[in-house]
């Protein structure tokens, strides 16, 4: 084993502690909007219930916001590590993450925009990125047909109650107004419909308790 690799190993494992997944990396080019300097850029996720577990457990007094508690647990690796942690939710302008994750790892985009995962379906985020100045060897990827193409049905485009995502645009509005009704109760209970409609990965669908926060922290950067 090189010294490269096992960089990449005590990676995994200490995000592995927070919940945390590798999801995968590359060697970014100019134009990939990496900040200068960047030789390697790591992406980091969730999926599955572990990130979960390790936010109850590690947040603070139950006011962390996820965010907070994501800046604070993925700021300290990178500084292990010697790296600089970026973040999805810093911006606008908001770093690329989608570019990046296509060259990352097997994931392509849905009907319904979000990117979806040949394993965990629709059902998994991306929490940061840590840019390496110096070259690492990123795990390697076997480029997968589109999740989506063998899909004839498409039940995701078809099962919002409010039709937000027609035309391959997502109506944000129309979402969140149907969310504060009586009718979106059950999106807000156990996710968004459309989402939770896809076959693919549904054993990585999110529990009850992790769906509602989301859907709520989502509803409350909402305007009335
Ligand atoms: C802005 C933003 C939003 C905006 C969307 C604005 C819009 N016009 O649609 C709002 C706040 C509404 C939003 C909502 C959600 N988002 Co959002 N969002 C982002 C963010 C921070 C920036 C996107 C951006 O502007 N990029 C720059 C432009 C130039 O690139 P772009 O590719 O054209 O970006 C477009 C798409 O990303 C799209 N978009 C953003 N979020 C979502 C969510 C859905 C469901 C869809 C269809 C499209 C979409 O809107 C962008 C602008 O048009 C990204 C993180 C990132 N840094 O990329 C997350 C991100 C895209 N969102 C994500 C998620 C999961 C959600 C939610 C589902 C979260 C939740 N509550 O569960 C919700 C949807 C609510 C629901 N009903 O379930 C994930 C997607 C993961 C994946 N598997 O693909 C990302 C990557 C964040 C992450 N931590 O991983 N989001």
Redesign the pocket.
Known sequence: MTDKDSVLQLLCAALRTEGLLLRGGFHPEPDDDAPPGTATLLLV?NAGPEMWYAFEKGRRRGTDRLNDWTRRVLSGVADRFGAAAIF??D????????GWARQAEAVSESP?????HPAYG?W????GALAFRDKLAVPEFQPVPRSCDGCNDKPCRTACPVDA?RDGT?D?AA?AAH?RTEAGAD?MAL??RA?RACPIGSDHIYAPAQARF??R??LR??PP
């Open positions: 996720g999805p939710f911006g606008p302008p908001y770093a690329p993450f989608f319904i925009g979000m990117m979806i629709l998994h985020a991306w929490r995502f997502y944000v979402c969310l999106c996710g968004c989402r989301h859907m922290a989502f950067n909402q």
